[in-house]
């Protein structure tokens, strides 16, 4: 099956200091990548929808300023959270389109 | 907009048991309904998707699925219950244009237990 990686799988950091995670096709292209969070013991919530080649749609509620997503190249989405703060804390999941929706492992960031 | 209600936070079954678990969607139009599986530390899995046409769906590791639209449910079942089947359960409904295009929104999940 189609495989979809994050990197990295965890991450901490300070405060007021910025993160990037990237999401990648491994063995496909996908035009179109998706972006979750998810809180502990929580469900997964909608971010952003990440197209290659165009500008990201932001779900209602989310800082686009905050929250930038970079879909550059058919197999690279790129998610970096911006002066980071505690309650950015949480599990970034992304998925990736070809046929159906392929999930990546997820990235656990802590913001201290 | 759509949602998802996955009633039981945590349901715990005995190993060879049967397991039900219940989902109900609101969507305007037909759904595209699916179930994944979360384990620790581990991205989704899709166990099953309900497009159209026979609303018994199969799929892996034995689990099935029915959609029945008068009580706009997608339970998810399965006949006898393995120790690898704990984990954390996901209900979700697509919304798009079709394709595999579509956004997802998930139901809070359910965590199943299984006990030896």
């Known amino acids: 099956g189609a495989v979809v990686s994050q990197h990295p799988s965890w991450v901490i950091c300070k405060s007021g200091t910025s993160v990037k995670i990237e999401c990648r096709s491994l063995d496909f292209q996908a035009t179109t990548m998706f972006w979750y969070r998810q809180f502990p013991k929580q469900s997964l919530m909608l971010m952003a929808t990440?197209?290659?080649?165009?500008?990201?749609?932001?779900e209602q509620g989310v800082e686009k300023d905050k929250f930038l997503i970079n879909h550059a190249s058919l197999t690279l989405s790129t998610l970096t959270v911006t002066s980071a703060h505690p309650e950015d804390s949480s599990f970034y999941i992304c998925s990736a389109n070809y046929n159906e929706q392929f999930f990546g492992p997820g990235t656990r960031l802590t913001v201290l | 907009a759509q949602s998802v209600t996955q009633p039981d936070i945590h349901i715990t079954v005995s190993e060879g048991a049967s397991l039900e678990l219940r989902c109900n969607y609101s969507?305007?139009?037909?759904?595209?309904l699916f179930w994944y599986v979360q384990s620790p530390g581990q991205g989704l899995q899709l166990l099953l998707k309900y497009f159209s046409g026979d609303t018994l769906v199969q799929g892996i590791k034995g689990f099935e699925a029915e959609f029945k639209r008068s009580q706009s449910s997608f339970n998810l079942r399965k006949p006898s219950v393995h120790w690898s089947d704990a984990a954390e359960y996901f209900c979700a409904v697509g919304a798009g244009s079709g394709g595999s295009n579509y956004k997802l929104t998930f139901g809070k999940g359910t965590l199943l237990t299984v006990n030896p």
């Open positions: 969507y305007g139009a037909t759904p595209y």
């Open positions: 990440s197209n290659e080649g165009s500008k990201a749609t932001y």
